[in-house]
């Protein structure tokens, strides 16, 4: 087995949960065009991109919108959500996050983003968690999305890591895809009958260790 050199993270739903953000959001914008926006239709953009969601959204509200409304509504979606998470504060980390972080920062494993956010760095600032992390990888730096590498193998290249000596961390299908693609392995946050393609699948970080991490991968 190869050494580990790097865990590089997702951070939505791996780190935090901003996904209810997302969806009052999505939500308010829905209301002032005039139709429902529920909780399942909410499940059709999670991984999406924000212009791919809002089209799907006004396929949802059968409603056509030039590409300079279209424009002008995903800025505003955005500048809302921005205003949720800005108000973000320690409290919101998932359970036993921030002990795996610092326990990996104790071994001297390299802690790396790798999100399609471009919010991620004001997120990880207001979590109060960026001194943990020594690169990060977002949605502004990258051109293609999951499950294409490139997010991964840029966060990487950061910390001059190979790919076979990092450790993916998703809560998502798609991110465990783009991890087995840059020839990472890759731990599944979840459920293990979505998530059955990762080397290993737990619930959270709840009881997870560092040394349950390097027992399984070393």
């Not at 921030?98 to 004001?122: C, D, H, T, W, Y």
Request: glycine share 8%; net charge negative.
């Amino acid at each position: 087995m190869n050494a580990v050199k790097a865990c590089i993270f997702d951070l939505d739903g791996v780190i935090v949960d901003t996904a209810k953000y997302h969806f009052i959001a999505w939500k308010q914008l829905a209301d002032e065009l005039g139709f429902s926006f529920t909780e399942r239709h909410n499940e059709l953009l999670k991984g999406v991109s924000r212009m791919r969601s809002l089209d799907i959204l006004l396929e949802i509200g059968k409603i056509e919108k030039s590409e300079a409304e279209k424009q002008v509504l995903a800025a505003q979606k955005n500048e809302r959500y921005v205003v949720f998470i800005s108000r973000m504060t320690p409290d919101e980390i998932l359970p036993g996050v921030r002990q795996f972080l610092e326990g990996l920062k104790e071994k001297g494993i390299k802690i790396v983003l790798g999100s399609a956010s471009k919010n991620a760095p004001m997120i990880l600032e207001q979590i109060a968690l960026a001194p943990l992390f020594d690169a990060v990888v977002d949605g502004n730096q990258v051109t293609r999305a999951k499950p294409d590498p490139e997010v991964f193998l840029k966060g990487a290249e950061k910390v001059k890591a190979n790919p076979s000596e990092c450790i993916v961390f998703e809560d998502a299908m798609a991110g465990i895809e783009a991890a087995k693609a840059g020839g990472m392995r890759c731990v599944g946050i979840g459920d293990a009958e979505i998530l059955g393609k990762a080397d290993l699948v737990i619930p959270g970080f709840m009881d997870f260790t560092v040394e349950k991490l390097f027992a399984h991968f070393c």
